[in-house]
């Protein structure tokens, strides 16, 4: 990136991130909605530790982007990039718990099992995936309804079973038998890259555009999210946990397949370098509207934490 577009992506990443922040408040607000009994105050206060947390917002980036591309970034763009962010959200409430990654700190704090309960997380994430469909299918995001019932499926297949869950299941899988290459690259597209692929998706879809446009970003999406794991791999390896908010070198020291492990870090750098060229050439036929997504994809590759 050039220092002017390095510094027109940050200023956006901030901007869209203080927009679904605020929204992301409101939602999660203690006040029963309309259909709801109540809200119990422990629940809320553990929903909104783990979403209210910080964090670049890099997906609901993306669908906004993805949407603007289209002139279609308002008010419903901006709700589809909160659901995300709670479907992400409780991913990581749940990656976190001890049964799993087993993990004590989450951006640099305490993770939602530390500072509750484990059962507490677990209804609190439980909850953030139940509250992003509420989100999507609520009239309030003023959608055709076509749209939204698009969206809804869509969002299910990249969170589920073949997707992010699914990813899951394969990552810890790969602790008592280790995959090829092929297999390594089919857990990351799940676990990381399948709700990466969404956010870029999800702009096309909110913009009502051809199926053309929404699989060029469906696929855009799916080489930064490649990128984005690989990038991981590379700061498990390189940063601190200072640097990362979070315990780095695990997937090492747990002898984790990954394809950094697998090829080592020169030929990791060259297949990142060689993503974002793909990411940028699927950009090219919407000429300098597409800047700050090419922006994205840069970022991804050269984030250090």
Known sequence: MTNDNEMAFETALVARAAAVETLLRRLLDDRALTGEIARPKRLMAAMRHGVLNGGKRLRPFLVMESAALFSADGEAALRVAAALECVHCYSLIHDDLPAMDDDDLRRGQPTVHRAFDEATAILAGDALLTLAFDIVAD????????????????????????????????????????????????????????LIRFACEAGA????????????????????????????????LTADAAQMGKATG????????????LHGEAWARAQLHGLVHQAHALLEPYGEQAGLLKAAATFVARRNN
């Open 139 to 194: 009239e309030t995001t003023a959608l055709p309804a076509e749209r939204r019932a698009a969206l809804v499926l869509a969002l299910a297949r990249a969170a589920g079973t073949g997707g992010m869950v699914g990813g899951q299941t394969l990552d810890l899988e790969a602790e008592r038998i280790a995959p090829d290459e092929a297999g390594i690259i089919r857990l990351q597209a799940m676990k990381t890259g399948a």
């Open 250 to 261: 695990k997937d090492a020291a747990a002898g984790k397949a990954t394809l950094v492990a």
């Open 205 to 236: 879809v909110v913009a009502g555009v051809p199926a053309e446009d929404r699989e060029r970003l469906a696929e855009f999406g799916s080489a930064i999210g490649l990128a984005f794991q690989l990038a991981d791999d590379l700061l498990d």
